[in-house]
């Protein structure tokens, strides 16, 4: 959040507004995964986040986010529409799964949905759901799938597997300089030395999820291979991380040790966004050629390597995990949540379905994961909670029903104001059960209140004091400025440039025209024009 603003204001010369004075929407579903690297203590609503004094940018964007007092809750379910009694139990099970207060009615519903080998239509072995991507939890569990998944794809379809490999080369670090007085920074130069055999063939046998950006060392495809890209290549042309799809066919070559390797991949797009049109392309067909990266590789014995990994980024979509299938609707929609982590992965991974009769739950689930109710760990529950008080203060906003003596810029004053006008019992109209709270319970702010919008300077880097030379020293023979001068003048240069360019904010920004697949590097474009 912090970043975000930061780069904003930089970018629109108003370093003293947050996101230079633009107006913000943020869009999102807390009951979906936090993030995966760090979770809920990194999130928005954690109540560790301001607690440190050092952690300067987690504390600006914490009261950045309590900025925030004008929210609307969408509450209508587009996703599945179903009218069926299936549906609408469906709908209230996740609805309740939300708050992680799922009933016995929920539970037994849920147990509906189980595959059962003996039944034809909730099998796997249906051809409805036979190729279908199965959500999962795990990395490695995804790659022994997708591994399964071809082999048996390929058996099915009368085809043999081609193991295209990657070209790789050991990136090897010099030693770091030493402390020196040159007030620039060196970095350390890297080199590319060829990879021992025995090393180079363990790392073609590893499994995608060995690295730490998941680059296959082996892809094995044939036509008609269900696969996902891995990386955004072109948002205009729908190839981006996540869409899915199938091989078309390829290009190949030799590579540095003689392997195979690929040159071009041709994947037909599935639903894709728009329509994309290649010249001498079927429709929906995209070229996806290799991309080097550098990733950390761990072998067998525990060592981590740097190496610079050429390939393409695509793996087979016979599996994926909940984090990777945000954001998706599915039909058919095969999950298994035996391993899920809570209540929001195995809400993100059920909720990825259109229809109750096209979901399917692999073996069984942890009862308690979706059952008695919301902790207020981390700050979560205190969340939700005051969402829905800001949501009905924006209702009685819109409908000029707000009484004027609730008034505030941030969340905590607003909230106190609206429970002192209506009472500490009075609940916001629509609340779920599971948030209701009593009139003893107070909402604490964990927002610092010493903390104010700024732009964070880079700490400098202290040099050691250079050594002071003896002996007689003779100024060159030339006109000087005094420094005295030399200072004023520079301050006066200095104060001219900054009444130049503070004018106040504006409000007519030129941008670029919208689209339904306008460029993900449209943001990036408009921050650079507004900067130089």
């Known amino acids: 959040m912090y970043k975000i603003s930061a780069k904003m204001a930089t970018a629109l010369n108003q370093p003293l507004l947050p996101f230079g004075g633009m107006n913000m929407i943020f869009a999102g579903d807390f009951a979906q995964l936090p993030l995966a690297m760090g979770g809920e203590s990194v999130s928005l609503y954690s109540h560790i986040i301001g607690s440190n004094s050092s952690d300067q940018q987690a504390s600006i964007g914490k009261y950045l986010w309590h900025q925030v007092n004008t929210v609307v809750l969408l509450r209508k379910n587009c996703r599945q529409t179903g009218k069926s009694d299936k549906d609408k139990k469906f709908r209230q099970a996740l609805e309740n799964m939300r708050y992680k207060n799922c009933t016995t009615e929920d539970i037994s519903f849920l147990r509906s949905l189980i595959s059962d080998p003996s039944n034809e239509s909730r099998s796997i072995d249906n051809p409805h759901f036979r190729n279908t991507s199965i959500i999962l939890t795990y990395n490695k569990h995804k790659d022994v799938a997708n591994e399964l998944g071809s082999k048996r794809f390929a058996a099915e379809t009368g085809q043999v597997l081609t193991h295209f490999l990657s070209d790789d080369e050991e990136v090897i670090f010099d030693e770091p300089p030493s402390q020196t007085h040159d007030r620039k920074r060196k970095r350390r130069k890297a080199t590319k030395h060829q990879i021992d055999e025995h090393v180079q063939q363990l790392l073609w046998k590893q499994l995608p999820s060995s690295n730490n950006i998941q680059i296959p060392g082996t892809l094995s495809l044939c036509k008609g291979l269900p696969v996902m890209i891995r990386f955004n290549g072109a948002t205009e042309l729908c190839i981006t ?97 035996y391993n899920s982590r809570d209540f929001r992965a195995i809400y993100t991974a059920l909720s990825r379905s259109s229809t109750a009769s096209g979901t399917m739950i692999l073996q069984g689930f942890n009862v308690s994961h979706i059952t008695g109710g919301i902790s207020n760990k981390g700050g979560y529950h205190q969340e939700l909670r005051e ?95 005094d420094r005295n001068e030399m200072k004023e003048e520079s301050i006066s240069i200095l104060s001219k440039d900054i009444i130049k360019t503070h004018q106040g904010p504006s409000h007519d920004y030129p941008t670029l025209k919208w689209s339904e697949n306008s460029c993900a590097y449209d943001s990036a474009i408009m921050l650079l024009y507004h900067l130089f």
């Open 241 to 337: 991380k996540g869409q899915e799809g199938t091989v078309h066919g390829w290009q190949a070559r030799k590579g540095k040790c003689g392997q195979l390797v690929l040159d071009v991949l041709y994947v037909k797009l599935e639903k894709p966004p728009t329509n994309v049109q290649f010249k001498d392309l079927p429709l929906n067909v995209v070229p996806i050629t290799p991309n080097t990266r550098h990733i950390n590789c761990k072998l067998p014995d525990d060592r981590i390597i740097q190496i610079s990994r050429t390939q393409v980024e695509v793996l087979p979509n016979f599996a994926m995990t909940d984090f990777a299938s945000q954001g998706k609707t599915r039909d058919p929609n095969v999950a298994d949540i």
């Open 387 to 481: 969402l829905e008080i800001l949501n009905d203060i924006t209702k009685l906003c819109v409908d000029q029903k707000l009484p004027p003596s609730i008034i505030g810029d941030l969340r905590g004053p607003l909230i106190q104001q609206y429970r002192s006008h209506f009472g500490n019992k009075h609940r916001p109209e629509g609340l779920h059960e599971s948030l209701v709270w009593d009139a003893s319970e107070k909402f604490e702010s964990t927002l610092d209140k010493d903390i104010s919008w700024m732009i964070l300077e880079k700490e400098k880097t202290k040099y050691p004091a250079k050594k002071k030379q003896s002996g007689t020293f003779v100024p060159i023979d030339m006109n000087i400025l």
